[in-house]
């Protein structure tokens, strides 16, 4: 990579990707973070997938990459930035509140669960819980005010098109 006028907090990172990433220059602390992912997804063995490559340096982990697993939260991060979407183009209101009621009650993440029930909350608010905190009940009320299927069309339309646009 050529540069010219790198701040100089970047010039380390810069160097790094000019010369690779070769992990065995990794300091201990890292190498055990490493070993300590690696004892935690043994652990789950059927129950965790991952796979981390960087793409500038080459550097790769992964962990039952080929397997199939419950995908669990990944689908709130993209009805998020549809939700925004929508709120770019005027379709919803992220300043229009919602009432959290009984039915929405999810166990697992999130923190709308410690609150109590017939609190309102902004769509703005809810799409900041359901991503920040993984909430469970944030999620399950924005997918009654958006789509989840069109988030989806509009997730699946988007990478498709960026994975074909040349770079």
């Known amino acids: 990579i050529e540069y010219n006028n ?30 300590n992912l690696k004892k935690f997804t043994n652990k789950y063995q059927k129950k965790l997938q991952y796979s ?16 199939k697993v419950f995908a669990a939260s990944t689908t709130k991060a993209p009805l998020a930035i549809y939700t925004y979407k929508l709120a770019d183009e005027n379709k919803v209101n992220l300043d ?6 009984k039915n929405y009650y999810a166990d697992g ?23 920040t905190y993984s909430d469970n009940i944030a999620y399950l009320m924005i ?8 988030a989806s069309n509009y997730t699946n339309s988007s990478i498709t098109t960026n994975a074909s646009s040349p770079s």
């Open 96 to 101: 229009k509140e919602y009432t959290y009621t």
């Open 6 to 35: 790198v701040p100089d907090y970047l010039t380390d990172y810069v160097n790094c990707l000019n010369k690779g990433l070769d992990v065995n220059n990794f300091s201990q602390d890292l190498k055990n973070e490493i070993n």
């Open 52 to 67: 981390y490559k960087d793409i500038n340096t080459g550097f790769h982990i992964g962990f039952n990459e080929n397997t």
């Open 109 to 131: 993440t999130g923190i709308i669960k410690n609150n109590k029930v017939n609190t309102n909350y902004s769509l703005r608010d809810l799409t900041k819980y359901s991503v």
């Open 143 to 150: 997918s009654d005010i958006v789509s989840k299927k069109d």
